[in-house]
T-cell receptor, first 114, second 116 residues
Framework: AQSVSQHNHHVILSEAASLELGCNYSYGGTVNLFWYVQYPGQHLQLLLK??????LVKGIKGFEAEFIKSKFSFNLRKPSVQWSDTAEYFC????????????FGKGTRLSVIA | ETGVTQSPTHLIKTRGQQVTLRCSSQSGHNTVSWYQQALGQGPQFIFQ???????GRGNFPPRFSGLQFPNYSSELNVNALELDDSALYLC???????????????FGQGTRLTVV
């Protein structure tokens, strides 16, 4: 069955530190990949997405992610985090057929401290 | 805002009761998916409706059921509520079908269900 692994349960960083959150998926077919963010008390928001083309995708708020097909990975990065980035981050994968469910990882809680 | 609205936003029910949650999908979207997000967990897929037909189901018992209406809005019904059903229930709409971009899901704000 399709699954998504996020390596870090909770990450604590100081402001201006660089961020990398790991995401690996287990599916050999053609996939679409997403990172969602959930700020405290708010709904899931799309940070960025990969469908095809350039494997380095840029999203909102300075986030980017790199799709490495050979490693089944889609890691999220940000060069310099801010306190306002404190949130839960979810990686999600779906088959590109569109009629299968979006499978989420368990999430990584990011806490940014001053 | 995603254009996906869910109601109610919060709900408290007693064990054994039944509950209906509602979702209005984004305009033009014919696919609605429901997810359960327990505290501290990622969203878990419950089921998906595509053009009023259920076309996928996760590992949830039959007391979780749903409907999709001709306007593509949807309901999630849960019978015989259990304490473990307490969670945030998320609805997501998408274009569905094949084609790049059709898989992008737009989420509502969720309904927080508490079973006591």
């Amino acid at each position: 069955a399709q699954s998504v692994s996020q390596h870090n349960h909770h990450v604590i960083l100081s402001e201006a530190a660089s961020l990398e959150l790991g995401c690996n998926y287990s599916y050999g077919g053609t996939v679409n990949l997403f990172w969602y963010v959930q700020y405290p008390g708010q709904h899931l928001q799309l940070l960025l997405k990969y469908f095809s083309g350039d494997p380095l995708v840029k999203g909102i708020k300075g986030f980017e992610a790199e799709f490495i097909k050979s490693k089944f990975s889609f890691n999220l990065r940000k060069p310099s985090v801010q306190w306002s980035d404190t949130a839960e981050y979810f990686c999600a994968v779906i088959l590109d057929s569109g009629n299968t469910p979006l499978v989420f990882g368990k999430g990584t809680r990011l806490s940014v401290i001053a | 805002e995603t254009g996906v609205t869910q109601s109610p936003t919060h709900l408290i029910k007693t064990r054994g009761q039944q509950v209906t949650l509602r979702c209005s999908s984004q305009s033009g979207h014919n696919t609605v998916s429901w997810y359960q997000q327990a505290l501290g967990q990622g969203p878990q897929f419950i089921f998906q409706y595509y053009r009023e037909e259920e076309n996928g189901r996760g590992n949830f018992p039959p007391r979780f059921s749903g409907l999709q209406f001709p306007n593509y809005s949807s309901e999630l019904n849960v019978n015989a509520l259990e304490l473990d059903d307490s969670a945030l229930y998320l609805c997501a709409s998408s274009l569905g079908g094949y084609g790049e971009g059709n898989t992008e899901a737009f989420f509502g704000q969720g309904t927080r269900l508490t079973v006591v």
